[in-house]
């Protein structure tokens, strides 16, 4: 039986994940604040070594897939917290737990960025502190700035984290796919926070969506599975868009 461990199953894209994942006859090994095999904060590096060290003994050391699908949205305070768990608690993860998804190679992870990350002044010092892996500078630099900004910077980071891993030695030489989703503005718990927020309630309802509305966590999920699966095993470094053409409708000339 497939081992796949998933953060932020409790809720949202990843208890969706799970959900199709088990249906599908894998165990899940899901990490959250509650409801979940590992409980661990990933906002602090000693929940990020619990949920890596605990993940690694449930699985005897051989992991099939990972999901790092854990995050926080734009409401949150204080703003350095956005930082700490949507990068930081990602890429703790997926460092973390390689090893034993190149010891089931082969395999494959699967990171959720977003794509606010590419939202104007997404770009920014933040990106660079925590490719840096500076977390210090990155939440000195998040107490300074929007909920928005730091949540688009981090998403960007996270997806730039990606792409830079993705074609090594160390992952696909390893026999371990990694790649990621950049789902728009879906129906989930962080999606319900940022739509009750009076400055960035007005700003969600105000994007276009194409296809027609905000999307469901089932829709995510598929893509998550798909990228999983043997049907993606030629997808390496791949950002796969969720978002029901946003991105295609904002920067159609940008891919």
């Known amino acids: 039986m497939a081992v796949v461990a998933v953060s932020g199953s409790a809720s949202g894209i990843g208890a969706a994940v799970r959900t199709r994942l088990e249906r599908a006859g894998m165990r ?17 590096a000693l929940g990020r070594a619990t949920a ?9 050391g051989r992991l099939d897939g990972l999901v790092v699908c ?3 949205g734009p409401q ?16 703790a993860l997926l ?3 390689r090893p034993a998804l190149a010891a089931a190679a082969p395999s494959a992870a699967v990171a959720v960025s977003s794509n606010a990350a590419t939202l104007p002044g997404a770009e920014s010092p933040l990106v660079a502190a925590c490719l840096a892996d500076d977390e210090a500078q990155a939440r000195q630099l998040a107490a300074s700035a929007t909920g928005a900004a730091v949540y688009a910077s981090a998403k960007l980071a996270l997806a730039r984290w990606v792409r830079r891993h993705a074609p090594t030695a160390a992952w696909a030489g390893a026999g371990v796919r990694l790649n990621a ?6 129906r989930t718990p962080l999606l319900s ?6 400055r960035y309630g007005p700003a969600i309802r105000a994007l276009p969506i194409p296809t027609g509305d ?12 798909f990228l999983l699966g043997p049907d993606a095993a030629f997808c390496c470094g791949s950002v796969l868009y969720v978002d029901g053409g946003t991105d295609a409708l904002v920067r159609g000339d940008a891919f």
């Open 193 to 198: 926070g940022g739509l009750a927020h009076p």
């Open 214 to 225: 905000f999307g469901t966590p089932e829709q995510v999920a598929a893509a998550i599975a």
């Open 52 to 60: 890596v060290d605990r993940i690694a003994a449930a699985c005897t």
């Open 181 to 186: 989703v950049a789902p728009g503005a879906v």
């Open 95 to 97: 460092a973390g737990l």
């Open 76 to 91: 949150v305070e204080p703003q350095a917290t956005i930082v700490s768990v949507d990068y930081f608690g990602a890429t």
């Open 28 to 44: 899940v090994l899901g990490v959250d604040l509650r409801d979940a095999e590992v409980i661990a904060d990933l906002a602090t």
């Open 70 to 72: 854990a995050g926080v």
